[in-house]
């Protein structure tokens, strides 16, 4: 920091002392103790705000306070809420709930930030955190898991939201901290303790490429390598779908890990990698707008037993990570999921 920059924070922080005296904003014993204070810091900074030509060099356009607001909005506060207050806030969190179910996501946040204007209410701000998740914005959702938090410490339901979010973001050491937290609170919970040791067993492993080691694929999927719509390691593009996300999530990690030692479960995948190659481009099949083939039966790929019982399995574990893959999957006209959010 430069002499002029150390000069003008001086000058701020004195001139902030200035305002609380002159304010009364600190009682008189208080107020007498920080005016001594200010004269042994003027003394030693070198800097008074009493000199007008102190105040002309360094006197900065906004107040130490105005900066700090700004950069630190002021936490949620539950305030005592009238009946009517309490009634039209829940029917506005009813209304986003709604929307959620019909994956009208930024409808519903709009929804749920009415809730909050009118009675702040940590489920409100955790399914906010919610419908960030689903437009995977997941700084947002950490947000509203904190604010959430901030109302209520004792909800777990925030700490997972937080949890999930940090995952996909792929922050392990919070994601583990937040999962960890969770679990405190609500100690008989399996899907926090799954995704908890999940996390633990990514943070133990490293890096993996999982899409590598699965039969079929690594740089694309055999026989095609130029197959429209198709992404890197072979996966479909699916209009922007994101698949390293998804591979970095613990959980799936987990699942895949299952998968890959479990023979029964790799002659499924080869099988489905089959259709994917007979349905689209090999075998002359038109591939759809999202760059799933129009023609593959995923009905029969689900008939194996071996497949069906690991997505059952997975969505039983891990149903945010299963919602989001199956709103990923979906057709662009597919609005079939009608799974409401968790509160």
Known sequence: MSKDQQDRLSYAILEHFQSLLTSKAVDEEAAESMSVAMQCLTEALGVDVANPDHTSKFKVDQSLQSLFDKSFPPRPTQKVATKDEELQANKLKDEGNELMRQNKYEEAIEKYSEAIGVVPVATYYCNRAAAYSKLTQHDNAVNDAKAALELDPSYSKAYARMGFAYLNMNKLTEAEDAYSNALRLDAANQSYKDNLDAVREKINAGPTNVAAQMPGMGAGMPGMPGMPGMGAGGFPNLAG???????????????????????????????????????????????????????????????????????????????????????????????????????
Not at 299 to 315: D, G, I
Not at 320 to 342: A, G, H, I, S, V
């Open 241 to 343: 779908m994101d698949f390293s996300q998804i591979l970095n999530n613990p959980a799936f990690m987990n699942m895949a890990q299952q998968f890959m030692n479990d023979p029964n479960m790799q002659q499924a995948f080869t099988q489905m990698a089959d259709q994917f190659m007979q349905a689209g481009g090999v075998a002359g099949g038109n591939i759809g707008p999202n760059g799933i083939p129009e023609n593959i039966d995923f009905n029969a790929m689900m008939s194996n037993p071996a497949l069906r019982s690991m997505a059952e399995n997975f969505e039983a574990q891990n149903p945010d990570m299963m919602d989001q893959l199956r709103q990923q999957f979906r057709r662009p006209d597919d609005d079939t999921d009608n799974n409401p959010p968790p509160s």
